[in-house]
């Protein structure tokens, strides 16, 4: 299946290089070819002048060129431009030279900037985040935009205005989303590191989806994040990696000092003492995940258990708080409502007529519509009181483990926007049933590969911590990393 045949449109030079990953090096490529380094053994090779900064965009390039058509990771690309942000990198810079792409939320100079709905297929970007501003004050060089379901709603990559994300490991299965299109391109090597978001999963699931690591840290922990707008901002930026030690790195890099928590500075591999970990398997309506999955999390908590930890199976957990679920859904529907005003605006008439939005954000913000403002106002207090059982919770464990969702990532259609919205909103109160209490309560977790379906798709689990504990989640991700090196296999789409 080849699609977005336009898409690429990289420099004359381009076209004259030859031979992937071999381009100006003296890297072994017998052992390991550039372009399957995780972003801080990249650096170091670029540091070390055995590729220049240059050389790593036309690398990725020519990966992108034969890779992307039946991928669609990417939304947009901009390989002279990348390379001439290359050319002026600054060298000292700890990532200089190092490649990674934007999720189409988030606005760049002179880049389309879509939020993968028909709404804004004409839009283009003018100015930058400021987490951007941070990566690239990191010395990463942008190469374009990577795709996302229709305002990041859904945790599929299925916009039904543009073509789908498929899964690098069987393109009949979703990849994921919110960021799906940057967990796929990660998984497929067509970048080290990608920008990601996350609002109620949205970093998670396409991580576990693809396998790649995937951290969302704790809410506070980086200025300017969040919806304004919200009454419980939800969202978090931070990129999908291979490795926990770039993750940790572009931690360090992009945090902002805050009075209520503590910096969590560069954190590398290191012996922790036993912790008391909580493992449990069922979601937030009470229902156990399916069979790969769960036996996942469990060969996760025997691992811990190997490693010194004391592991505490437990059933009833603060994700089945009673009335969280539906408060949740009504904040997230808010920000739904929100968009379908600005729809109205921009067009004249309701998106129901003008088709400028899916049926499942009309739904979300119809459902919003039909909440009164005392229900609303008493879920934010329930969301609230849940935080502080949380953060009780976390007095009594150290982490959490659980899975990242409830099944193994579905196929492409039964989580897209189209689908019935009655019928899409149990599938996903069934399958996100793990990760927005963490959105919700500003709490940690990481989603980590551990596993493969029977039919080889990736599983996550999800570790979680206290409020500021990144560093443990870091600690306990690279144990589990050098115990189960989920980085070595390549998916099916990566091999070109």
């Known amino acids: 299946m080849m699609r977005r045949r336009g898409l690429l449109k990289a420099g004359a030079a381009l076209a004259a290089l030859s031979g992937c990953g071999r381009s100006g090096t003296n890297i072994d490529v017998r052992t390991q070819e550039p372009w399957a380094m995780d972003a801080t053994d990249l650096a170091a090779a670029i540091r070390a002048k055995e590729l220049s900064a240059v050389d790593a965009v036309e690398m990725f390039a020519r990966r992108i060129e034969k890779i992307e058509p039946s991928l669609g990771a990417f939304t947009h690309l901009d390989i002279d431009g990348a390379l001439d942000r290359a050319r002026a990198v600054d060298p000292s810079r700890p990532f200089a030279g190092v490649p990674f792409a934007i999720k189409d939320l988030y606005d760049y100079p002179g880049m389309p ?43 599929t990559t ?171 859904t009504a904040l ?10 600005v729809a109205t605006e921009l067009a004249g008439v309701k998106p129901e007529e003008s088709g400028l939005l899916e049926p499942f954000t009309i739904g979300l913000a119809e459902l919003f519509r039909s909440t009164s403002e005392a229900a609303f106002a008493a879920g934010i207090a329930r969301i609230q009181a849940v935080e502080a059982d949380v ?38 109160a069934d399958y996100v049933g793990y990760t927005p209490l963490h959105n919700a309560c500003g709490t940690p977790a990481a989603a980590i590969p551990f596993g493969k379906s029977a039919e080889g798709l990736p599983i996550g689990v999800q570790i979680a911590a206290g409020k500021g504990r990144e560093d443990l989640l870091l600690k306990v991700a690279y144990a589990l990393e050098e115990s189960d090196p989920w980085a070595r296999e390549l998916p099916a789409a990566a091999i070109v």
């Open 158 to 328: 299925e916009p039904l205005a543009f073509e789908p994300t498929v899964n690098p490991w069987n393109a009949a299965h979703s990849c994921g989303g919110s960021s799906g299109g940057a967990a796929a391109a990660v998984a497929a090597r067509l970048l080290p590191l990608a920008y990601a978001s996350d609002g109620g999963g949205s970093i998670r699931i396409p991580a576990a989806a693809c396998g790649v690591f995937g951290l969302k840290c704790t809410r506070g922990r980086f200025s300017g994040q969040g919806e304004p707008k919200l009454a419980i901002p939800l969202s978090i930026h931070h990129p999908h990696t291979r490795s926990v030690r770039d993750s940790a790195a572009i931690l360090a890099l992009t945090e902002t000092p805050q009075e209520r928590l503590a910096p969590v500075g560069h954190v590398g591999p290191q012996r922790l003492a036993p912790l008391k970990v909580a493992l449990s398997v069922n979601n937030a309506l009470g229902r156990r995940a399916d069979a790969d999955v769960a036996a996942a999390v469990e060969r996760c908590g025997r691992r811990l258990e190997e490693m010194g930890h004391l592991i505490e199976v437990v059933e009833a957990t603060p994700l089945q708080s009673e009335g969280f679920p539906e408060a949740f």
């Open 113 to 155: 900037w879509r939020y993968g709905s028909a709404l804004f297929r004409e839009h283009r970007g003018g100015g930058k985040s400021p987490y951007t501003e941070k990566l690239e004050a990191a010395g990463l060089v942008a190469m374009g935009k990577t795709t996302t379901p229709e305002f990041g709603l859904l945790p």
């Open 391 to 428: 953060d009780r919770w976390f007095g009594r464990y150290d982490a959490w483990l659980t899975p990242v969702v409830g099944t193994v990532t579905p196929k492409l259609g039964f989580l897209a926007g189209g689908v019935p919205f009655t019928e899409l909103m149990a599938r996903l």
């Open 332 to 341: 997230w529907a808010s920000g739904a409502f929100g968009i379908y005003q």
